[in-house]
């Protein structure tokens, strides 16, 4: 996996659903504008949800890995 830049990290890995995107959007919240986020998760379902998360919120999902033994969505603050 290449290395993206990040300016926040949110460690969600055995949360379910609605946990990581709930801890998402509360560090999201507090960063600037275009900052990047990146999650770590284990719940599968989570791959689905930040893609309806990055449509419903207007943040850009940047890219979702399948990686460090769970998911790694990393998104942009709009």
């Known amino acids: 996996m290449d290395v ?4 926040s990290e949110v460690d ?5 659903c ?3 995107i709930l801890r998402a959007k509360k ?3 507090s960063m600037d504008k275009g900052s990047i ?9 989570s791959v689905r949800d930040f893609q309806a998360f990055a449509r419903q919120t207007g943040n850009e999902l940047v ?3 399948e990686a460090e033994g769970g998911w790694v969505h990393i998104l942009r603050r709009r």
């Open 18 to 20: 609605p946990l990581p």
């Open 27 to 29: 560090a999201l919240a």
């Open 4 to 7: 993206l830049e990040f300016d």
């Open 63 to 65: 890219r979702q890995i």
């Open 37 to 45: 986020l990146k999650v770590l998760a284990t719940d599968p379902g």
């Open 12 to 16: 969600a890995r055995g949360l379910n």
